[in-house]
């Protein structure tokens, strides 16, 4: 790669401060550098973009005691501020936001090796999010501006934030799943401590100041550090009152454990998942195969939604295999600003040598790579192998691969087909691929008990976001969507009056003069 290019690195980014407490901070301890397992030279070399603080625990302790001085135990100035100001804050950090885009997509190209449209696209995504995260808490505010009675009781029913959320998002939505968990808890009145993932961290440095202008002190701070170091020794304070984690069980639970009180902690979870597609023999294969490619492929498979097991029904398993496996191998692989480039580097320097792992462990039991291409390894990369015939003896069944491997796995009886997916530990989505509606509705039928979302004859994935995002047993804890996530990081919680003319006049003063940010029935536009 050419640094003239428009997208090359002309110089480091060196992240020297964190946010706490409304202040960018100089952080004065040692330094993490960060790099990317993209090449800017001919000959390969991992490409050193910049640094990050490598804080402390007692530095994270510094910024959850801002975050929680901001919360007030529900008395500061943000949870008890009128809904219309919280909304004012957010618009004027989008606005700022949106300038940002160019540098935001370049970081998310190099950091995690994104494509150039897909890396737009989670930006632009995220903008829209923004927005109608907006506008479903102004119809929020407006449902509840009311009084309900019952029983001689006037009650006046809204939402009310939570407390203090520890926010920890993935690497491969760093922009997009980081904040669709920030946006939602910031703007119900929440206070967050956010740290960014292990990968995707620079591209949020072009956004501190925004962060740092829009709202007011300690009401969202940015640490950077370990999870271990950091977010472990404010687990255990058991002053956080909401952990918002996109990532895996191992860590979620991990930090569960540290907290002294865990039936005061909520979680809001976006865990593992292993989405199977099933392939009936009616499908219309050009569909089911154009539907799988990027049901696997889509960012190299690195995404909780990928399809990472393929069922194909034996009757038609040939022609799938043959003409699936062809179309792995046409697609590009490049850096993320080439044209038309499908495949990109792994951000994980030990991914190709793990997907190699679980190459070599199916190809010992049994199964073969039907690809020319599947296996070819470079520094940053190993080219997507198809496996046939995949067992449930095999790593590749059992692991969630999160990379370029795609398991392909008979079936001759749809029963014990359901019964394997019913006995799996997730249950985030299937792609159902097939026509005959006989067929097709008790499968269905029993499906959306095993997940939380039937693709049909399409490909698994969370958008549009103003649907639900969630899933069975170890795939979610909690439900995601502009719609849902209000709720998530919220509480039901009103006042409530005796109806009598004494009580009845209180209340009227309370609405007429505007003192309370909570008792009131004005209509936001
Ligand atoms: O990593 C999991 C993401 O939620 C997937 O989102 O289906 O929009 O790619 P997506």
């Not at 922009?175 to 740290?195: D, H, Q, R, S, Y």
């Not at 829009?214 to 304070?237: C, D, H, K, L, Q």
């Not at 860590?251 to 865990?271: C, E, F, T």
Request: charged share 25%; net charge negative.
């Amino acid at each position: 790669m050419n640094n003239t290019n428009a997208f090359g690195i002309t110089e480091l980014l060196h992240q020297e401060t964190y946010l706490a407490n409304g202040d960018l901070k100089t952080w004065e301890g040692k330094k993490d550098e960060v790099y990317s397992t993209i090449s800017s030279t001919e000959n390969y070399n991992k490409t050193l973009l910049g640094t990050v603080p490598h804080m402390d625990e007692s530095a994270a302790l510094e910024v959850l005691d801002y975050a929680c001085a901001a919360y007030d135990k529900g008395k500061g100035e943000w949870p008890t501020a009128k809904v219309s100001y919280r909304i004012k804050c957010m618009e004027d950090f989008v606005v700022q936001m949106k300038k940002e885009r160019e540098k935001v997509v370049k970081y998310l190209m190099w950091e995690i090796g994104k494509s150039l449209p897909d890396s737009q696209k989670e930006f632009d995504r995220t903008v829209e999010y923004i927005y109608d995260t907006i506008e479903d808490y102004k119809q929020l505010d407006r449902d509840s501006a009311k009084f309900s009675k019952r029983d001689n009781v006037n009650a006046h029913i809204r939402r009310g934030p939570l407390g203090v959320v520890l926010c920890l998002g993935p690497y491969n939505y760093p922009l997009n799943e980081t904040f669709a968990l920030l946006i939602p808890a910031l703007i119900m009145g929440n206070t967050v401590v956010f740290k960014p993932a292990k990968h995707g961290v620079l591209l949020l440095s072009p956004l501190l100041e925004a962060f740092r202008s829009s709202f007011p002190r300690g009401v969202v701070n940015i640490i950077y550090g370990r999870g271990r170091e950091v977010a472990a020794p404010i687990m255990a304070t058991g002053r956080i009152d909401v952990l918002a984690l996109i990532g895996n069980s191992k860590s979620a639970i991990a930090l569960q454990d540290q907290h002294p009180h865990k039936n005061r902690l909520r979680l809001v979870l976006g865990l593992e998942a292993k989405n199977p597609a099933i392939i009936l023999p009616d499908a219309d294969l050009d569909l089911a195969i154009q539907e799988c490619i990027s049901g696997t492929l889509s960012f190299n498979g690195q995404r909780c939604t990928a399809l990472k097991i393929i069922h194909v029904h034996e009757d038609i398993r040939e022609e799938f295999n043959s003409r699936f496996a062809k179309k792995v191998d046409e697609l590009k692989f490049g850096n993320p600003w080439e044209e038309k480039v499908q495949l990109t580097p792994l951000p994980e320097p030990e991914k190709p040598t793990y997907i190699q792992e679980l190459i070599d462990d199916a190809r010992e039991k049994g199964a073969k790579i039907l690809n020319e291409k599947g296996g070819e390894i470079s520094e940053n990369y190993i080219y997507p192998a198809v496996l046939y015939p995949v067992t449930t003896e095999m790593r590749v069944y059992q692991e969630e691969q999160f990379g370029p491997v795609i398991p392909v796995k008979p079936f001759n009886s749809i029963e014990n087909l359901l019964d394997e997916i019913a006995d799996s530990n997730y249950g985030q989505q299937v792609s159902l691929f097939g026509k005959d509606i006989e067929q097709l509705a008790p499968l269905i039928d029993t499906l959306v008990n095993l997940v939380c979302r039937v693709n049909l004859n399409s490909s698994c994935q969370r958008g549009p976001d103003v649907f639900p995002f969630t899933g069975r047993k170890d795939s979610a804890v909690g439900t995601l969507s502009v719609h849902d996530a209000l709720r998530s990081f919220s509480i039901r919680t009103f006042v409530a009056s005796k109806d009598n003319p004494y009580n009845n006049a209180i209340l009227q003063e309370l609405l007429s003069s505007d003192k309370s940010h909570f008792v009131s029935t004005d209509y936001i536009l």
